[in-house]
Structure formats: C-alpha cells, structure tokens
C-alpha cells in the first residue's frame, strides 16, 4: 500500500465525517492489509524521573504550574530501570518506554540516560524514550546508544495548541521531530484528544502526523485523564466513539504506523476496546499506571487479550540473534 503525505483536510474530514460503523469497516479493512489480524504491540512504561516540570502543559499533573497533589521524585537509579524492565520483558512487553518531566534533557543527564539505553537494549527489548524537547546532538547520541524510538506528542492541532501549552510552541515539537528523524531513529508522535477540542482540531492533529515528510512508525492516541489541580480537571468528557473515530481514520491515513491505546484506556469497557481494535489499534501501554495516571493493569489485558482471542507480538530478533540463525544454516 502506498503511503500518501499529501492528504488534504478535506479529505480527512470526509473520512472522519463517514457513518461511524462505515469507518470502523474500511479502518478495519486496511489494518489486515498491513498488519497481522488480532494481534496487539504491548509496551511499558516507567518514569525515570516525576513532577516539577517547567512546561504549563494544561493536562498534564507533573508541571510545577499547577497542585495537583502529585509527589516530586528525583531520577531513580539505573538499577532499578533495568529492574522494571526485566519484569516488562518477563510480562511480555516487546517495548520498554522511559519518560521524564524535563523541558529538555540537560548535558549532566545525558551519561544517564544513555547508559540507560544501553542497559535496557542489551535485554533485547525496543526501546524508547520521552525526555521533552532534544538537539541535533542529543539525538544523535541517543541513536547511537541503541535507542529504538523517539516519543514527542504534538499533543493536538496547530491552531488548538496555544489552548493547551504557552511555555514551547508548535515548532518547537516539529523541530525535535526533526532531529530525531535526521538521527535515525524511529518517531512515536500523536496526542490527546478530549482537550475541550473540536471535531476540527482532531482533524488538523491527524493531519499534521500524516503529513510529516515520514509518518511516524508509532502513533498514540490518548484521551485525557482528568487530574484534579490541573486546568482541565472539570473539562467535558468526550465521548468514546469520538476517540474511536480518531483511531480508524488515523488507521486509514497512515497504514503502517502503528496505532497505540495509551491515557484514557482504564476507564474503558471490554467493548470500547474491542472497537478500537477493530479500528485498527495494535497497540498499547500494559501496567499499572502510565508515568503517573493509572492504567489497565497485566492481569486485566490478559484477560481481555483471551476474551477477544488477540495475541501478543512477539519481540524481533536482534541482529545477534539473526546472526546465529544465520551460522546454524
């Protein structure tokens, strides 16, 4: 299937606007003509380092702006990354993403947290990281120290952002896309919808992640968690068929990325997920809690996993692997 950047709000909006069940359909169709059927990508996520964040992100319960009651921790040792990442390994999670609450990582956390990359890598897990804004060195030096991905959400559309965060712009993100791009490393890059948005800044969000010069490999889709203490604590909740129609035409335009489930999925029914499944969803955050929101914990996606008769992808060979395989034919 050929990858198009250069699709028109227009046409995203008619793909938005179809009857819901219509959408879920041709979502669908396109999933199986890219992906494995019933099969789901599961990632963990761990905070490497909580609270007092310089950005006024409006959601978010880690900025310094805002009291949402959250307890401040400083970044925990490496030790103990690669402790959790072991029992993500164990549990099936193909995918270990570390976040930290910093604007931009600074030159004294770097030796940190490549070492960190190096440590979790050697596990034979993807690995990805969200540490906010980086430069053109920082990125590279991730890359080279076996970092997989790159997380920076756009969070929602151009004309909606200013809404949401004063402290970085819209390009400010595109630009560390950018490095990351140049670096070579994967982009995971989406947002979060039920912001107190429209149907439109939905619309301008998908629009600019498919039309990035290379759609990004991984594409959350988050629904706002509402935190107490942040400006969006009393926001209207959006409805879940909203955010399902955010992942079919998110499916339909860029059909090789994969669509994650991440914030918003615990409050979520079995049926509400099985629909963004069906909507062309592979995968999703499995935990406890996702940095510091709670999240659907193991024991509960496998239950749902059995239900719906979804499999766990399973982790790539790494090229020590396929080397092996290679000396044993």
Partial sequence: MTIRNDWMRD?????YNQPFLDLVFQAQQIHRQNFPANTVQVSTLLSIKTGKCPEDCKYCSQSA???????????IAVSKVIEEAKQALDAGSTRFCMGAAWRNPHERDMPYVLEMVQEVKALGLETCMTLGMLNQSQAERLKNAGLDYYNHNLDTSREYYSNIISTRTFDDRLMTLDFVRSSGMKVCSGGIVGLGENTKDRIGLLHELATLPIQPESVPINMLVPIEGTPLADVEK????EWIRCIAVARIIMPKSYIRLSAGRESLSD??????????????????????TPNAGK???????????????KAKPTAKELSIDAMSA
Wanted: glycine letters at 8%; proline letters at 0%; aromatic letters at 8%.
């Fill in 65 to 75: 702006h805002y009291d949402s009651k959250l307890e401040a921790e400083k970044r």
């Fill in 271 to 292: 049926s509400d997920q099985a629909l963004a499944f069906m909507a062309g969803a592979n995968s999703l955050f499995s935990g406890e809690k996702l940095l510091t």
């Fill in 11 to 15: 046409e995203i909006q008619e793909l």
């Fill in 299 to 313: 024991g509960k996606d496998k239950l749902l996993f059995e239900k719906l008769g979804i499999n766990i992808e």
């Fill in 238 to 241: 959006l409805d879940v068929t």
